[in-house]
């Protein structure tokens, strides 16, 4: 209650507002983007407890330390540790696996950085794909001071199909600093076979 007073709040203070339906899924992979600020978290987190949704997100194991380990966990933050020999994918598949009966939103920052890169980081989709969970495509749009958690997409396999309905969602979304915003892609599609364009594509996989 007192965290839905406080989301709302900032909400209110800031003149933003989210909009639309919550997702029917309990456990998914949430897309954090555009992410080019660090007013991102803030208004993802003020979102997400006026809505009554507990965010879970992943950070270095060395963040959680003395002093502000305790907060950052508080806050929804799940440590990573690099230095084992599972990586972040399967450490990730596992905690869905742990969950398996209640539920669990793990917010990923895609891009993998505030600052313009070539690719977003992949893990997002094979953590979807090996948990067998859906992924949610969550945004901010400063343009609008609107923010909101958009349809749900099932990794279908063919990793460039499900990435032209990603960067198609995205496309009308203005981050904090556009120039930063890296666009949609990932260096999987390289590998990919090049598809003949059908006279009426189909969208992966989704459900809202």
Known sequence: ????????????????AFEGPLPAARRYV???????SNWDFVYMMAMAWANGVRLR????AS???????????????????????????????ARFALAQQRDLVLAVPAEGSRRRGTVWRSGFYHIARLAEVPIVLGYLDYARRRGGLGPEVRPSGDVRADMDFVRAFYADKVARHPEAFTTPRLAEEADAPARVPAAAPSAPPLRR
Do not use: C, E, Y
Request: no cysteine; glycine share 10%.
């Open 57 to 60: 997100w992943m950070g270095k």
């Open 30 to 36: 949430l897309i954090a983007a555009p992410h080019t």
């Open 1 to 16: 209650m007192i965290r839905r007073s406080i989301g709302r709040a900032v909400l209110r203070l800031s003149g933003w």
């Open 63 to 93: 963040l959680f330390v003395f002093p502000f380990g305790t907060l950052f966990k508080v806050l929804g933050g799940l440590p990573i540790r690099r230095d084992v020999s599972a990586n972040v994918v399967d450490q990730s598949v």
